[in-house]
């Protein structure tokens, strides 16, 4: 069965800092997606990742994959208050009818940015 | 189209009860996926239909529960005899259904099921 893992669970950080999230999965996987998800909200699709080394960058965010690790890393460079959420890593195993995706998602990290 | 729409946003029920949730996908895409999400946890996949075929469920998706997507439009999930375990967030997704590296999932607002 696979798993994924994310650490930490919370995190407290202040705005200027830097930190970085780790998502790790126990099986191998084509694809890889970091979501956002607001209180309430729905699931916003941040980065998909395709294969080893990927690098993905998105204004303060960037997220990279290295599939021999089954590791992920989303890194916040210089946090504002407006990335405070809940972040999903989320990893695709294949249906058996192709190509469509299932989607195993860890447990979330929830992000606050203090001001 | 302003992408993956659910109904209700939120639903309170007795247990025992049945409910009904609805799903509009975006709409030129084939595939449409069902999760469950819980309080403190990621989503969890229940179900997945291409087109007006269901193809996948998982064992969560217990005997009570159903979904059909009849037109390969908009999809229900049903939920027959509620138990305050069923109490989670029911999220639906959608997608094109592009070549595998393509794959990009939409998901609904999601429809927060009380049960008391």
């Known amino acids: 069965e696979l798993k994924v893992e994310q650490n930490p669970l919370f995190l407290s950080m202040q705005e200027g800092k830097n930190y970085t999230i780790y998502c790790n999965y126990s099986t191998t996987s084509d694809r890889l997606y970091w979501y956002r998800q607001d209180p309430g909200k729905s699931l916003e699709s941040l980065f998909v990742?395709?294969?080893?080394?990927a690098v993905k960058q998105e204004g303060r965010l960037m997220a990279s994959l290295d599939t021999k690790a089954r590791l992920s890393t989303l890194h916040i460079t210089a946090a504002v208050h407006d990335l405070s959420a809940t972040y999903f890593c989320?990893?695709?195993?294949?249906?058996?009818?192709?190509?469509?995706?299932?989607?195993?998602f860890g447990t979330g990290t929830r992000l606050q940015v203090t001001l | 189209d302003t992408g993956v729409s659910q109904n209700p946003r939120h639903k309170i029920t007795k247990r025992g009860q049945n409910v009904t949730f609805r799903c509009d996908p975006i709409s030129e895409h084939n595939r449409l996926y069902w999760y469950r999400q819980t309080l403190g946890q990621g989503p969890e996949f229940l179900t997945y239909?291409?087109?007006?075929?269901?193809?996948?469920k998982s064992r969560l998706l217990s005997d009570r529960f159903s979904a059909e997507r009849p037109k390969g439009s908009f999809s229900t999930l049903e939920i027959q005899r509620t138990e305050q375990g069923d109490s989670a967030m029911y999220l639906c997704a959608s997608s094109l259904g592009q070549p595998a590296t393509n794959e990009k999932l939409f998901f609904g607002s999601g429809t927060q099921l009380s049960v008391l």
């Open positions: 989320a990893v695709d195993i294949q249906l058996n009818t192709g190509t469509a995706s299932k989607l195993t």
């Open positions: 990742l395709l294969s080893n080394g």
């Open positions: 239909f291409q087109n007006e075929a269901q193809l996948e």
